[in-house]
């Protein structure tokens, strides 16, 4: 088979599995549309940019600091997005993403708990950003939510002369706790009902599987300082605001 069909028989099955995802989707009345497509060829279209820049990286390692800016400043810019509606959500998303991933990242290296080679600080930061990015989305869109819906708790708070953050603090503490609970979870079941992308990843790479073993570890631990440190940083933020959400 000439790697030409190698390549079409590929696309054929994702295309496949794309499609059932759709259907399925607006079978069951989800009202997403064409967003798995369309999710997916962006995906492509932006693995098929990250391989060629990941290239010239690997062969100019100072690069790296660039490629690392561009991950932070693109997880932050989307993150904004969804927090778009809370108060001071945008500069909150910015401002946690870059405060977990930066905290995560430095403690890794700061520690060498990963050789400082570009292929490792790259992959380690990669999942890092994508992860802080996940959190302060989630932890503001809980935040959000538990606000709306305990607005009279807030409400009463703040008539008795608390702070704007001592009327919002436990919402805060709820939806951080809340965002990291999946996580958590996925953690304490990696080897038992996952295999993790790090480990996988590290093994199909050549690495032993003690040594890949070790990489998921690593991973998994910066992953929960990320997430954490983003959590906090973004619920304190939008936790000052001196409006009762409504």
């Excluded at 391989?51 to 690069?63: D, E, K, Q």
């Excluded at 904004?80 to 108060?87: A, E, I, M, S």
């Excluded at 807030?154 to 919402?171: K, M, N, Q, Y």
Aim: hydrophobic share 55%; with cysteine.
């Amino acid at each position: 088979m000439t790697a030409w069909q190698d390549h079409l028989g590929f696309g054929l099955g994702l295309g496949a599995l794309v499609a059932a995802t759709v259907l399925l989707a607006r079978a069951a009345g989800l009202s997403l549309g064409l967003a798995p497509l369309t999710a997916l060829l962006r995906a492509v279209v932006q693995l098929g940019v990250v391989a060629l820049l990941l290239r010239g990286i690997l062969s100019a390692p100072w690069t790296v600091v660039a490629f690392l800016a561009l991950m932070l400043a693109t997880a932050s810019w989307t993150a904004r997005g969804r927090l778009r509606g809370l108060w001071g959500g945008r500069r909150a998303a910015v401002l946690g993403v870059v405060c977990g991933a930066v905290v995560a990242l430095g403690a890794v290296l700061a520690l060498r708990l990963v050789e400082p080679e570009v292929r490792y600080v790259v992959a380690v930061a990669g999942i890092v950003i994508g992860n802080a990015m996940s959190a302060a989305t989630l932890t503001g869109r809980t935040f959000l939510r538990s606000a709306t819906q305990r607005s009279g708790e807030v409400e009463a708070w703040l008539s008795l002369g608390a702070t704007p953050t001592r009327a919002h603090r436990d919402i805060g503490r709820e939806a951080t706790r809340e965002m990291l609970l999946p996580t958590l979870d996925q953690t304490r079941s990696t080897g038992l009902v996952t295999l993790p992308g790090a480990f996988v990843g590290a093994l199909f790479g050549g690495a032993s599987p003690a040594e890949a073993a070790q990489f998921q570890l690593v991973v998994l631990a910066a992953i929960a300082l990320a997430m954490t440190v983003t959590g906090v940083v973004v619920t304190r933020l939008v936790g000052r605001s001196p409006y009762v959400a409504a």
